[in-house]
Nanobody
Framework: QVQLVESGGGLVQAGGSLRLSCAAS????????VGWFRQAPGMEREFIGG????????YYADSVKGRFTISRDNAKNTAYLQMNSLKPEDTAVYYC????????????????WGQGTQVTVSS
């Protein structure tokens, strides 16, 4: 079992930045890819990016490419989502998840999820 806890969310003005952390406990996070997702009210949970276990490959959704950066520190059992140039449409609950098998883009590929952290971007 992997337990995940996100932190770092909050209220920020458009154009601002936030860094989310995803801390793992239980089994090491280092042998799993990590995905970041978000869910706005009334919307489906969407993939925004993922990073392989080594950090050697990182994937981003087009909506955040060039603004968001995913990284990880396996020694600290933590993954990060750096969000720059935030827009009001980035407002959502953000989740990290530990990957098991299948496409990184699908929620069903991730059996372990954090509780989510709210990010609100004001205009």
């Amino acid at each position: 079992q992997v337990q995940l806890v996100e932190s770092g969310g909050g209220l920020v003005q458009a154009g601002g930045s936030l860094r989310l952390s995803c801390a793992a406990s239980g089994r090491p996070l280092g042998d799993r890819a990590v995905g970041w997702f978000r869910q706005a009210p009334g919307m489906e949970r969407e993939f925004i990016g993922g990073i392989t276990w080594s950090g050697g490959s990182i994937y981003y959704a087009d909506s955040v490419k060039g603004r968001f950066t995913i990284s990880r520190d396996n020694a600290k059992n933590t993954a990060y989502l750096q969000m720059n140039s935030l827009k009001p449409e980035d407002t959502a609950v953000y989740y990290c998840a530990a990957h098991s098998r299948g496409s990184y883009y699908y929620t069903a590929s991730y059996p372990y999820w954090g509780q989510g952290t709210q990010v609100t971007v004001s205009s």
